[in-house]
């Protein structure tokens, strides 16, 4: 009988699922309780073998998630249904035969100070593949220090 591949192993194959979006910033939330989204988000995405970069920028989350593909979907019912978050846009999704884009360490988030960023960023892309080189190219334009205390470890 063949063994199962285990969840790690999964996670390093080729074959990632990758799931981009941007929602409104629900009024209610406070840019000061990122550190602390970003933590739990942190441990979680781990937990699943999902690495994702979450930018924000004050009024938009956009959000970059890879990993297996039931996984990956789980996580999108729960962000689905997580009050911070309005008018949730899916902006691509898919199986990529390309290796993971980030290192396996959960999530990366990062700051910007212009609203427009992320809405500029995604807003003409011809497809999920342009938004996300688009994403990766403009990371040098976020905030650094903002981005680096909310990515240190607990």
């Not at 699943?48 to 004050?58: H, S």
């Not at 902006?91 to 999530?107: F, H, K, M, V």
Request: aromatic content about 12%.
């Amino acid at each position: 009988m063949a063994e199962k591949p285990s969840r790690a192993r999964f996670s390093y194959g080729f074959e990632m699922y990758r799931y981009l979006y941007l929602s409104d910033v629900s009024p209610e939330f406070e840019p000061y309780q990122m550190g602390l989204l970003a933590q739990r988000a942190r441990k979680k995405n781990e937990g699943l073998a999902i690495t994702g970069l979450l930018l924000f920028d004050g009024l938009y989350f956009c959000q970059y998630l890879e990993g297996p593909k039931g996984d990956v979907l789980q996580l999108m019912r729960v962000i689905e249904r997580d009050s911070r978050h309005r008018n949730l846009r899916r902006l691509g999704e898919g199986l990529s035969t390309r290796p993971r884009r980030l290192p396996n360490n959960g999530l990366f988030v990062g700051y910007s100070t212009d609203a427009t960023f992320l809405p500029g960023v995604v807003a003409t892309a011809s497809g999920m593949n342009e938004a996300v080189e688009r994403i990766w190219n403009a990371l040098p334009q976020l905030d650094v220090e903002q981005s680096a205390d909310w990515n240190k470890r607990e």
